[in-house]
């Protein structure tokens, strides 16, 4: 099994919808641009990423909303040294079709007294269901690892929410552990390294908002 030496994962840059949350009732959520500012953090995001990786080889998984394509684009990565392939399950949580904002805004209010991670929104979903299908993208990249010729980096251009989701699956974390979590800022970035041990580490913690409450001894 061809292990990558890196996993990074990459949220998408300042979207319009980060900005103004009335957007919502008029763009799709998966329609919504980069601001102008989210264009250069990703530019900035790209800079460091080139660095990284210098002439390695990098298999990139990307959300298919318009905000993290063009998060994407806005890295200028070697397109000879990369394959790039769209990925649905990583897309944003759903909160519905034509999102009403002061109807959205209470939903929020709930979900923080219900919880971020059972908290269903009423015409979308929670965080449980985005967990199941980042969980089975995981399954498909594990796999994607017997190939011997597998790339020595992964980058996976997302979204907050699901960056949180895939290091709670990948490390095990419990909910309490997850509920305790911020989201990352846009184009910020978190790192999954690969030790001599054979185990990966995560290069820096997100950050907190409050100390997790466990329900048993698991937390």
């Not at 300042?14 to 103004?20: A, I, L, P, Q």
């Not at 190939?147 to 989701?165: E, F, Q, S, Y």
């Not at 978190?190 to 580490?201: H, I, Q």
Request: glycine share 10%; with cysteine; net charge negative.
């Amino acid at each position: 099994m061809a292990r990558p030496r890196r996993i990074v994962l990459v949220r998408h840059g300042e979207s319009t919808g980060n900005v103004d949350d009335s957007v919502y009732e008029r763009e799709p959520d998966h329609a919504l641009a980069l601001t102008e500012r989210g264009r250069r953090q990703a530019e900035a995001t790209g800079e460091r990423l080139r660095a990284l990786f210098g002439g390695e080889r990098v298999s990139v998984y990307v959300s298919p909303y318009r905000r993290t394509h063009e998060t994407l684009r806005a890295f200028h990565l070697d397109t000879g040294l990369i394959r790039v392939r769209e990925e649905p399950r990583l897309r944003e949580q759903d909160w519905g079709n034509w999102q009403d904002r002061d109807d959205v805004r209470l939903q929020k209010t709930y979900r923080d007294a219900y919880g971020h991670f059972f908290y269903r929104f009423a015409q979308g979903e929670s965080g449980a269901d985005v967990y199941d299908r980042v969980g089975g993208f995981l399954e498909s990249l594990f796999r994607s690892f017997e190939d011997p010729d597998h790339p020595p980096n992964v980058l996976i251009v997302t979204h907050g929410l699901a960056m949180r989701l895939f290091c709670m699956r990948w490390f095990h974390w419990t909910v309490a552990e997850f509920e305790s979590l911020s989201n990352p800022g846009n184009g910020e970035v978190r790192m999954l390294v690969l030790g001599d041990d054979g185990k990966y580490t995560l290069d820096r913690p997100f950050d907190r908002w409050r100390d997790p409450e466990p329900y048993g001894i698991s937390g």
